[in-house]
């Protein structure tokens, strides 16, 4: 049994959530070469020009259109600005389930805008897609991260021992490998009862997510 998302955009009081453009490739790039992008996620590192051409233009949307999930780019309403993006992967068109992703620009952060895009999306997809499962992944050191997926009410289920390959510095400030556990969190359709459409300020870093 398999679906497709429909080609739409999302918008909350503060952000729209919206399809990759052409025009997003640079702030993309610079993003995804921040320090914290780069710790905690599988992305190329330096990440080009090219990769991200790369995944607006092809990967990005294929998710879509393949059936496997949904690519957001979150964007400031006010100013159109980059603030980050989303990722439904792995969805199960019988289960209803589907994990996500999310990375936040430096710019962005301390803002609550990884909570308040996160939440969009879950909504979007209990209410709108009638799925019943979403499920995140963080790295145990990834505390940011694990906050946001508090704040919109997620469950912590357990851990995935040695699941996830991070990267750090060294000594002389090369990026190595670093193998850490995961904590698996769930949010169900029942548990976004009470959570408010404000949340408090405070920001995610990225999720997990083989952006290629």
Not at 197 to 207: T, W
Request: aromatic share 10%; charged share 25%.
């Amino acid at each position: 049994m398999t679906g497709t998302f429909p080609n739409v955009s999302i918008s909350t009081e503060r952000l729209v959530l919206r399809p990759f453009e052409d025009s997003d490739v640079d702030a993309l790039a610079e993003m995804m070469n921040d320090e914290s992008v780069v710790a905690w996620t599988s992305v190329p590192h330096p990440y080009t020009e090219a990769d991200a051409r790369a995944w607006v233009t092809g990967t990005a949307p294929a998710e879509r259109t393949a059936g496997r999930g949904i690519v957001f780019a979150v964007t400031e309403f006010l100013t159109q600005r980059l603030v980050g993006t989303v990722h439904l992967r792995n969805a199960d068109w019988r289960v209803r389930s589907a994990e996500m992703g999310y990375v936040v620009a430096p710019w962005a952060r301390g803002e609550g805008y990884a909570s308040e895009a996160v939440l969009a999306t879950a909504q979007w997809l209990f209410h709108d897609q009638k799925f019943e499962r979403l499920e995140l992944r963080t790295a145990a050191d990834n505390t940011a991260s694990q906050q946001v997926a508090q704040k919109i009410g997620c469950i912590s289920e357990g851990v995935l021992r040695g699941a996830w390959i991070a990267r750090a510095k060294d000594d002389g400030g090369a990026w190595t490998d670093v193998r850490t556990d995961l904590i698996v969190w769930s949010l169900l359709p029942e548990d976004l009862e009470g959570v408010g459409d404000q949340l408090a300020d405070g920001d995610g870093y990225p999720s997990y997510d083989d952006w290629h």
